[in-house]
């Protein structure tokens, strides 16, 4: 399984926008919170939550979830 969170840009977003994550077959697997001021927080499964500064450190996260959820 594979989740690849889409570019965002802090300075251009005017408030707190979320974008649904989906696995490849279309089911919701969680969500991708951004904003200016607020920064970048990414919920997976229902119970994995991370918040981070940088689009790299959130694909990471991602990344690292599947990784032992999925080996």
């Not at 690849?4 to 802090?10: A, F, G, N, Q, S």
């Not at 920064?39 to 996260?61: D, I, N, P």
Request: charged share 20%; proline share 3%.
């Amino acid at each position: 399984m594979q989740i690849k969170l889409p570019e965002t840009d802090l300075k251009s977003a005017q408030s707190l926008l979320t974008i649904e994550l989906k696995d490849g077959s279309g089911q919701h697997v969680g969500q991708y919170f951004f904003g200016k001021g607020h920064g970048r927080t990414v919920f997976l499964f229902g119970k994995y939550k991370g918040a981070f500064k940088t689009h790299a450190e959130c694909q990471a996260f991602v990344d690292g979830v599947l990784a032992v959820l999925f080996p």
